[in-house]
Every structure is written in structure tokens, then in C-alpha cells.
């Protein structure tokens, strides 16, 4: 069985390289980080106060009892009474997805997308020890979101570059995005190069932080500039801008 936050769509893929494309979303529950930096404030169903990412909701176990245990079967069947009469983008977020590469369920729920022609996209920190060892894992699409010091997570658990070097040898079109602020701009220009020098080449995205159209805003143009400077590809965050951090959209 597998932990699902929520399944929800068509929508848009809101960021990354397939922006704008039709999609269905498949939010697991479960993330091996808490990324406190990012510092979206939300309140536990306790009434607890915190900061984490924008989908803490996703990641924070307080919320647990609103996860699903699905089997990929009942995942394939309400992914189903979404879909439109032609094959949107399957989208595996988090949460943290890689948290559940071992699963034989969702091995199965992979398998089932990829071979019957989707394309499927698994958004991850890429912080967790996979293998690719089967031609269909070797079709998806890894949207690599690396985290940097802003998240105040340690470097050790952050970056793993056995498992970055692994999806990019053993996949043809995944890319690395990175969350930047204005003003983070050096110090996370720094850490992507030392990122970099230790991985294969591979197609860099920058992404503002803010988790509200107020908060991108104020952060896009100093990213934008940064991707200009730097050879590297700007990708705004289309869901926020449209819907802020309004859920399942």
C-alpha cells in the first residue's frame, strides 16, 4: 500500500519543463526532509505552529490521518474518473516519492503509466539511494529539486551524488531545479557550481521561492538574472502565480 496526500486534475504542471502541460497529480505522503528555511508557516490539525515547504500539509506526519493507504490498482482507478478522453501527463510529487522506490506497489503504478505510453514525471529531492534497474524506470522523467542551504537542511542529507549521477546517466531528459531568493542569489550560485562539478552534465532550471503570487513576484526578476549570468534555465512557478497556494489545482 501506498500513502496518498491527494490525487487531483486535470490541471496544469505548474513548473519544470513540461510548464503548461496537462497533467494529473499523484501527491504521496512522506518526506525525509522538513526544509524549515522555506519558511511557509502553517498550523498542525493540533494547532501546532510551523515552517516548512509549500506542501507541508504533504510532508508534516501531524497530518497523517488525511493520507490514503492505496494500493496502485485504487490509485490507476481514481486517476481514471479524473482523466479527460485523451492521456494527460501522470505527475508523482510529494512529499518525497523516492521514499517509496522499493514498493512493489509503486514499482506497479510506475510500470502501469509508462507502458501504456504516459508520460510520467516523478518530482523529487533526489536525496535517497535508487536504482534504475528496468527499461520502463529509465522512461521517466526525474524533476531533480535539489535543495541548497536555504532549507536549512544539512549538506550530507541534501545532496546525494550517487543518485544524482545515476538519473542522469540512466535517463534521457531529467533536469535539476533549484528554489532561489534574491536575496540567496550568490551563496546558491555557489552551491550549484559545487553541485555541478561533481555530476554529469545535465539541464539546470531556476525557480523563485514564494509559495504566494506576492512572493514570486518579488523574487523572479533577481532569478531571472541569475539564469541569464549564469547559462541556466529560468522556470517560474505558473500554479502559484495563478491559484497561490490554493490545493488541488
Not at 70 to 89: A, F, M, T
Not at 97 to 111: A, C, G, V
Not at 217 to 230: C, D, G, H, T, Y
Request: charged letters at 25%.
Amino acid at each position: 500500500m501506498l500513502e496518498i496526500n491527494e490525487i487531483f486534475g486535470p490541471t496544469i504542471q505548474g513548473e519544470g519543463k513540461l510548464i503548461g502541460t496537462p497533467s494529473i497529480f499523484i501527491r504521496v505522503g512522506k518526506c525525509n526532509m522538513k526544509c524549515e528555511g522555506f519558511n511557509v508557516e502553517y498550523e498542525t490539525p493540533s494547532g501546532v505552529k510551523k515552517c516548512s515547504c509549500d506542501t507541508y500539509y504533504a510532508v508534516d506526519p501531524a497530518f497523517k490521518d488525511q493520507w490514503q493507504q492505496l494500493s496502485s490498482k485504487e490509485i490507476i482507478e481514481k486517476v481514471n474518473e479524473l482523466k479527460p478522453d485523451y492521456n494527460v501527463d501522470i505527475v508523482i510529487t510529494g512529499g518525497e516519492p523516492l521514499l517509496y522506490w522499493f514498493n512493489e506497489e509503486f514499482q506497479e503504478l510506475l510500470k502501469y503509466y509508462v507502458t501504456n505510453a504516459y508520460k510520467v514525471t516523478i518530482e523529487t529531492n533526489a536525496s535517497l539511494n535508487i536504482d534504475l534497474q528496468q527499461e520502463y524506470q529509465k522512461k521517466i522523467l526525474f524533476s531533480m529539486s535539489v535543495k541548497l542551504s536555504n532549507s536549512l537542511e544539512p549538506l550530507k542529507k541534501r545532496v546525494n551524488i550517487a543518485t544524482l549521477t545515476t538519473i542522469i546517466n540512466g535517463t534521457k531528459e531529467s533536469y535539476l531545479k533549484f528554489v532561489v531568493d534574491k536575496k540567496f542569489i550568490a551563496q546558491a550560485a555557489k552551491e550549484i557550481e559545487e553541485i555541478l562539478k561533481e555530476i554529469p552534465e545535465v539541464e539546470v532550471y531556476l525557480m523563485p521561492m514564494g509559495d504566494t503570487a506576492e512572493e514570486i513576484n518579488q523574487n523572479s526578476e533577481a532569478v531571472i538574472n541569475m539564469a541569464i549570468k549564469k547559462g541556466f534555465k529560468y522556470c517560474d512557478r505558473l500554479h502559484i502565480r495563478v491559484w497561490d497556494n490554493k490545493r488541488g489545482v
